[in-house]
Structure formats: C-alpha cells, structure tokens
C-alpha cells in the first residue's frame, strides 16, 4: 500500500424521523436520493458501516483494511493493541429537525454484558443553533428508579429532566448513562467511542411513514441509568483566540477547540494516537511533507500516528475540534 497521508472518508448518509436539510443548506453535504438527512458518519469503524477512503492513493480502502495494514502507525501503538482493527472513535454531524428520543447508552461494562460492544461516552458541539433551541441532558434534581418509572408511566417525565438552552459554541460532554435528548433546531458535531447502541426511552409518540411507532427499551435502560443530579451539565472551556483550549478529557478521547486567524503548526510526537480533525468553521490548507490539503467547514480529516508535525495555513480563519485518544 502507499504510505500514509491525511485521510478524508466518504461521508456515510442516514434518514432520520427527525432529519432536516442543515447537512446540505449549511454544511453542502449532498445528501440526494435521502427525502432529508439526520446523520452523516464521518469516520466510522460501526460494522456495517465501515469509513472507505475518499481520495488520494488509498481511495476506495477501508479503514478496517488500513488499520490491519497500518497498524500503529495509523492507530497509535497502544491503541492498535488494545483494538486491533475496531477503530475507537465514531464521528457525526446530526440535525435535529425535531427533537429527538429521550435516550440513554450503557457503558462499557453492560455494552459487553449484552451485545459485546463498547458502551458509549460521548460529546457535542453546537455548529448552530436556532432561536431557542433546547437539549436535555441529565436529570434536575435526585432521582431513583421508583420515582423514575412514576414520571415516565404518568407521562411526566419531562418534570425531572434537566433543560439547558444552548447556543452555537457550547460542548455537552455525556457519559455513557446519562438520560439526554438533542432538541429540534440544533446542528451538533459528535464525537463519540465506536457504538450503535441506544436504549430508546420516550420518543413523543411519534409515528413514522407507515403509522408504526418506534420501538421503547424501558427495561433495558433502567440498568444503564445514571440517576445521580449534577451542578453543571454543559461543558466549562475558556475560549481564546489563536491557542488551543482543552474542552473534554476523558478515558475515552480528549478534545481540544483551536479557534486561529492566522497560520500555526501541531506537533503531535507525544502522542501515541491518530489525530481526527473536525473543521466547524472557516477553511485551512493542513501541510505535510511538502503537501497541501484542503480543509473546510465540514470536513473530518484523520491524521495518522505516523504523522507527527503539521501546519495549518489560512488566509479565512477557523475554528476546529482536534481530538485524540489519551
């Protein structure tokens, strides 16, 4: 194979109940022949699912088949012992049109227990926001089973669930088993360990195009729910101008914003992990060996482990999450 160079994937399009038309009208994702677009999956390693190569030399390769040829020097040493060629991490955009499901993900240990997967933490950054726009995450106040399953079987569960307004800017970071909902009017970058298991609590009786509503896991989410209250649920980061700003640590990945008006580099030789850039804002040139590659809002790059010091030129300005494992 050809040696390894910034990644760009195939963007992997889903019809939602609850999807709109930001993915085209904001990020010019052309969702067609899709009546509209909830989700797009950036860079993927969901069975089924799997990210394919966009461009270059290794277009048309998977990223299963790159991280089996590849191995740490595309992963990260550590990571490629600890997963092989399961990639860790899942990106998205999604639009929330309507609100959707009120929902919960186990965590590791009870993803295994029940479906030998991984659990699923995860975080969002609000791209935009319509007039307000809401998303729930959390409860408001001390819950238990007994007076969760009271509020959900009266129709009331919406009186324990905290309610944040957000705006453009603002980071939510979700451990796996907290209740959350993203409301309609929200555009959201995710970025979240390599899952597809949710556990469907409310989801406003809505029916989709055959009259058929979506189906509930009232039990199975009782298990993986974090009943504890919290003091904050959105994500405390001081934004600077032309620095990097730590926004999310976690066991999971680690997530910088770096907001820059002007050229700056990356060294990243004291990782031992792939890089994934996702552009929020603005358009930059990422240079290596003497290489230019155009970003823009809306782009994902995956920056492999091997590659360890970059430069991003602009003459626009912009705004990215740079986000890494450990």
């Known amino acids: 194979m050809s040696s390894l160079y910034p990644l760009k994937f195939k963007t992997i399009f ?9 993915i085209k009208t904001v990020l010019g994702k052309d969702f067609a022949p899709l009546p509209n677009c909830g989700e797009t999956w950036e860079v993927s390693g969901v ?3 799997i990210s394919v190569v966009a461009d270059g030399p ?3 390769k998977t990223l299963t088949e790159l991280l089996d040829h590849y191995q740490g020097n595309l992963a990260g040493e550590k990571l490629y012992k600890k997963f092989g060629t399961e990639f860790p991490l899942l990106i998205k955009f999604i639009d929330a049109n309507d609100d959707l499901s009120i929902q919960v993900h186990p965590d590791d240990e009870l993803g295994k227990k029940r479906h030998n997967s991984f659990g699923k933490t995860e975080m969002w950054y609000v791209l935009q926001a319509d007039p307000g726009s809401t ?6 106040q001390q819950v238990d089973e007994k007076l969760y399953l009271e509020k959900l079987n009266s129709g009331k569960l919406s009186d324990i669930l905290n309610k944040e307004e957000v705006e453009a800017g603002d980071i939510f970071f979700l451990p796996a088993g907290r209740v959350h909902t993203i409301g309609k ?11 597809d298991i949710t556990y469907r609590i409310y989801d406003f009786d809505r029916v989709d195009d055959k009259g058929q509503k979506r189906e509930l896991h009232t039990e199975e989410a009782l298990a993986a729910i974090d009943y504890k209250v919290y003091p904050e649920y959105k994500s405390k980061y001081h934004h600077k101008i032309n620095e990097s700003v730590e926004a999310v640590t976690c066991p999971y990945f680690t997530t910088n914003v770096l907001e820059f008006t002007e ?5 990243y030789t004291a990782l ?3 890089v994934i850039h996702v552009c929020v804002d603005g358009a930059y040139d990422l240079v290596c060996s003497n290489e230019k590659y155009p970003v823009k809002k809306g782009d994902c790059v995956l920056i492999p ?4 010091n970059i430069q991003l030129e602009t003459s626009i300005g912009f705004k990215l999450l740079e986000t890494f494992v450990g």
């Open 14 to 22: 889903k019809d939602k109940i609850w999807g709109g038309e930001k």
């Open 47 to 49: 069975k089924g699912d």
């Open 58 to 60: 290794l277009a048309g």
């Open 135 to 140: 998303l729930i995450s959390g409860f408001n």
């Open 185 to 195: 009017g929200l555009l959201i970058a995710e970025i979240q360990q390599t899952s």
């Open 263 to 267: 050229n700056t580099s990356r060294d």
């Open 272 to 274: 031992d992990s792939f």
């Open 305 to 308: 482990n091997a590659i360890k």
